[in-house]
């Protein structure tokens, strides 16, 4: 879950043949299958996920429910860490969590690709949707009051049952069982990761009344835009599965991307979605490749870099851009996008030497194969090298690839133009 990357001092772009546009192999021309379709999850696939995600939702919102409407003493043990303050009969009697949930992560940002079907699993498609409840703070420590091993054990004990009746599984145990989120895997290739968050319930309270009052109400589930951009940024508090709580306010990521999105238009994002699945190309582990925060990151900085060159309509050519920094960039140091202060939050802090050169190395393969493909005067040479790097969902359709002439078949082609002669006059001479 976790605005800029470090940039390096770098000469200008060295300059390379260009006899091909593939810019069609990877965004298509509207009727014929492209690259960016091939690594975009089906319709039918992604229906049943949001639609797991909804029945999850209920779920836990039934468990608060009954949370709320239980005895004083399954009360006290979700509070158990808090001072006596919060676990007397009178404040238990009015204790009615109700959590909040809001989609974060790739789904949200329009990034999420079908991973490669050869690769599947390990890889996975993964969908992050944060779970809010409202809750009281300690004055003192500034922590919720609810204890956060409690908060796993409620959600987990609620899907636990559900799990086994849809066949799905539950990770709470094993390599599968995350420290910071519960992971409900569906099937072999798709897994929902629910983070656990606590917010200030006065806050919560105060934003109701204010929506109230304009004559607004707030959904029961999703948090609307205006309540979520109004939370109070250190005040977002993320559940760890040993106990503890870390400040972690998931919008800023989101907002980053966003508006770098906004600024760069949508193409930025579909040169991120190629740069995951030249990724999951190259690395069957998902953990063992760049990580996606990165990858975005070094796009938007060579955007911002090339902002005048980079055209939407040639998403070859700023895939190219993007491709030409990397191994510069991931020399690093990289920082992270949403906290470019903090050394020890770099997102290369922890990478070995060995690692750092193998992504070097990668990324300089993958420039050479783009540079390769840009340069073929033939269109099944430029689709062998874009497969070569991005895998078989290429497609193998030569039309998709436009074999520009080159400044000497331009001339020969032009039509031939008769200039007559001129007239000289006679001259005497001697």
């Known amino acids: 879950m976790d605005h800029h990357i470090c940039t390096v001092n770098h000469p200008l772009r060295e300059v390379h043949p260009v006899a091909t546009n593939f810019h069609r192999v990877l965004r298509g021309s509207g009727t014929k299958p492209d690259f960016l379709g091939a690594i975009t999850l089906s319709e039918t696939e992604e229906n049943a996920l949001r639609d797991a995600r909804n029945v999850i939702r209920e779920c836990i919102r039934t468990a608060f429910r009954t949370v709320a409407d239980d005895s004083l003493m399954a009360k006290r043990l979700l509070l158990n860490d808090a001072p006596p303050l919060y676990r007397t009969d009178e404040f238990l009697r009015g204790f009615r969590p109700t959590p909040r949930f809001r989609g974060q992560g790739s789904y949200s ?36 009051a609810i204890a956060a091993k409690a908060y796993f054990k409620v959600i987990e004990d609620a899907l636990r049952p559900l799990c086994i009746q849809r066949g799905w599984t539950l990770c709470d145990k094993g390599p599968d069982c995350k420290p910071s989120c519960v992971r409900v895997l569906l099937d072999r290739k798709t ?32 948090f609307g835009d205006q309540v979520y951009r109004s939370l109070p940024e250190d005040r977002i ?13 998931p919008r800023k990521l989101h907002d980053w991307f966003i508006g770098a999105v906004s600024k ?13 699945a030249w990724r999951d190309q190259q690395w069957v582990d998902p953990e063992a490749g760049i990580s996606s925060i990165t990858l975005m990151a070094m796009a938007v900085t060579a955007f911002e870099e090339n902002r005048r060159f ?17 191994p510069a960039l991931l020399k690093g140091p990289i920082r992270n996008p ?3 202060k903090d050394p020890e939050a770099n997102l290369d802090a922890d990478w070995t030497d060995a690692a750092r050169v193998g992504f070097i190395t990668a990324a300089q393969k993958l420039r050479e194969a783009l540079h390769e493909a840009q340069s073929a005067t033939r269109a099944d040479v430029a689709l062998a090298q874009l497969t070569k790097c991005l895998g078989k969902r290429v ?27 001129t007239v000289v006059g006679r001259t005497n001479s001697g």
Request: charged share 25%; net charge negative.
């Open 310 to 326: 980079l055209d939407a309509s040639r998403e070859d050519e700023a895939l190219i851009a993007v491709a030409d920094r990397m």
């Open 109 to 144: 940002y329009r990034t999420l690709n079908d991973p490669v079907p050869q690769h599947t699993p390990p890889q996975h498609v993964d969908l992050d949707d944060g779970t809010f409840l409202p809750t009281s703070f300690l004055s003192q420590s500034g922590r919720p």
């Open 191 to 222: 897994h929902i990761d629910l983070p656990l968050y606590a917010i200030p319930d006065d806050d919560f309270e105060k934003l109701e009344k204010a929506l109230h009052s304009q004559g607004l109400t707030m959904d029961a589930a999703e």
């Open 395 to 421: 497609p193998a359709d030569e039309s998709l690839v436009d074999v520009l002439a080159s400044e000497e078949e331009t001339i020969l082609a032009r039509p031939r133009t008769y200039i007559p002669a």
């Open 237 to 249: 508090m993320l559940a760890r599965r040993d106990g503890s709580w870390v400040q972690s306010d």
């Open 264 to 276: 760069h238009n949508p193409h930025l994002r579909h040169v991120c979605r190629y740069l995951k």
């Open 338 to 340: 949403v906290l470019p």
